[in-house]
């Protein structure tokens, strides 16, 4: 059954709408969680690029609502080099997807997406992740 997405588009939100979006959520998730991230930069494109599809593994470029690019802070050392900052891929068209199959709201899809892979920089499991977003 599909439903009607929530929230007050006509049209289909926008890379603009979806960073809009991820700003204001990473507002509202615990300050505690993001003070060591530090050097994060969120980007929103369309599609993972070919390369990320191969990379991951992906059978279509709806499987992945968005990706960690860094490395995680359980994995880190002073040796690593830094060849900028870590990044937070959010794909809009799949994210677009998944909000009109599930009929969730829009914002808290974006804020699911990105407590999941900012869990990823801190190596936290699911269940982990899962408590955090029951936090405000």
Not at 54 to 59: A, H, N, T, W
């Amino acid at each position: 059954m599909i439903r009607k997405p929530s929230g007050p588009h006509t049209v289909p939100p926008t890379v603009e709408d979806l960073e809009r979006m991820a700003e204001e959520a990473l507002d509202t998730i615990p300050a505690e969680l993001l003070a060591p991230v530090g050097n994060l930069v969120i980007h929103v494109e369309d599609f993972p690029d070919e390369d990320t599809e191969r990379e991951m593994e992906l059978e279509s470029p709806f499987d992945l609502l968005g990706l960690y690019r860094g490395v995680d802070l359980t994995r880190q050392s002073v040796a690593d080099l830094r060849g900028g900052p870590d990044m937070i891929f959010l794909y809009r068209r799949p994210i677009l997807d998944y909000w009109c199959e599930t009929g969730e709201e829009l914002p808290a899809i974006v804020r699911h997406v990105l407590i999941h892979e900012i869990g990823h920089h801190f190596g936290f499991s699911d269940d982990d992740m899962e408590r955090i977003e029951t936090m405000e």
